[in-house]
């Protein structure tokens, strides 16, 4: 058993933005958005996208500027497979690979390489509070309890060594309505 310490009152931790993985060059005399910095541990690195490589298009439809592009991947969510046609040293190219999201390219941070396992996804979460115990990504989804023994929330996420989600009653009340509506 873990005894922690609730740090704040309910919230809202908004679903994370969906990334390439890339710094694009601001404008080009050609059609397309010209990748000026690849992010290490990217959705574009682990895809294996380079500097300079010129997006010409993104799920078949044809990319005029790096504006038209992050305007598209800004509409999909994280984890969308998509398909990227690019050109490297004239040659057109293609690689299908999915979003990533500002979350996948913490790795290196300090705090999070202490922290041991994560949950892969920690936002996103209509309704949480946070609390300290070390609660492991595979525990989640056990009730949190009060020193009285009353039922104050569920294990939803770690997300890094200090911090673990908690569905409130309330949103565990509705999602649970959810599912049973079946929708």
Not at 41 to 60: C, S, Y
Not at 100 to 112: F, K, P, S, V
Not at 156 to 179: E, G, K, M, N
């Amino acid at each position: 058993m873990n005894v922690g310490i609730v740090s704040g009152t309910a919230r809202t931790i908004p679903k994370p933005r969906p990334l390439l993985g890339i710094l694009l060059k601001p404008a080009s005399d050609r059609p397309g958005a010209v990748i000026d910095e690849v992010i290490k541990k990217g959705a574009a690195d682990r895809a294996r996208l380079k500097p300079d490589d010129r997006i010409v298009a993104l799920n078949h439809r044809p990319m005029e500027n790096y504006r038209q592009l992050q305007s598209a991947v800004s509409r999909l969510e994280p984890g969308t497979e998509i398909v990227v046609d690019y050109e490297r040293r004239g040659r057109i190219r293609r690689k299908t690979f999915a979003l990533g999201d500002e979350t996948m390219t913490e790795g290196e941070d300090r705090n999070l390489k202490m922290s041991g396992p994560v949950s892969a996804r920690r936002a996103g979460f209509e309704e949480v509070f946070q609390h300290d115990s070390p609660v492991s990504p595979e525990s989640m989804g056990g009730p949190v309890v009060n020193l009285q023994g009353e039922i104050m929330g569920m294990n939803i996420a770690r997300s890094d060594r200090v911090t673990t989600f908690a569905l409130t009653p309330q949103a565990v009340r509705r999602a649970v309505s959810r599912i049973r509506r079946g929708s």
